[in-house]
Nanobody, 118 residues
Framework: QVQLVESGGGLVQPGGSLRLSCVVS???????????MGWYRQAPGKQREFVAN???????NYKDSVKGRFAIARDNAKKTIYLQMNNVKPEDSALYFC?????????WGQGTQVTVSP
């Protein structure tokens, strides 16, 4: 049973930085490298939306509004992914979820709250 645990959220001022982490358990080391890993977010009253993902060979994709500000990375040895958030804006405030996709199965974490406010 794959489980995802996010951390690193908190309160940050506009223009600041934050790094989210997501640790994956229950996946073998050799399998994890083949997982597509991603970050999604959901603000109050809005649908969950894609933020970024990273596939097996390290290629990345980003939501247009975070390009150039956010960076996703993975450490396969630690079975961990990261989301470095720079120059954050109030509209980045949301509950951020880690997601894994492998062999047609989606798994979600519980989320970590990010609040951008002066």
């Amino acid at each position: 049973q794959v489980q995802l645990v996010e951390s690193g959220g908190g309160l940050v001022q506009p223009g600041g930085s934050l790094r989210l982490s997501c640790v994956v358990s229950g996946a073998s080391g050799s399998d994890f490298s083949a997982y597509t890993m991603g970050w999604y977010r959901q603000a109050p009253g809005k649908q969950r939306e894609f933020v970024a993902n990273i596939i097996e060979r390290g290629a990345t994709n980003y939501k247009d509004s975070v390009k150039g500000r956010f960076a996703i990375a993975r450490d396969n040895a630690k079975k961990t992914i990261y989301l470095q958030m720079n120059n954050v804006k109030p509209e980045d405030s949301a509950l951020y979820f880690c997601n894994s996709f492998y062999r047609y199965k989606d798994t979600w974490g519980q989320g970590t709250q990010v609040t951008v406010s002066p």
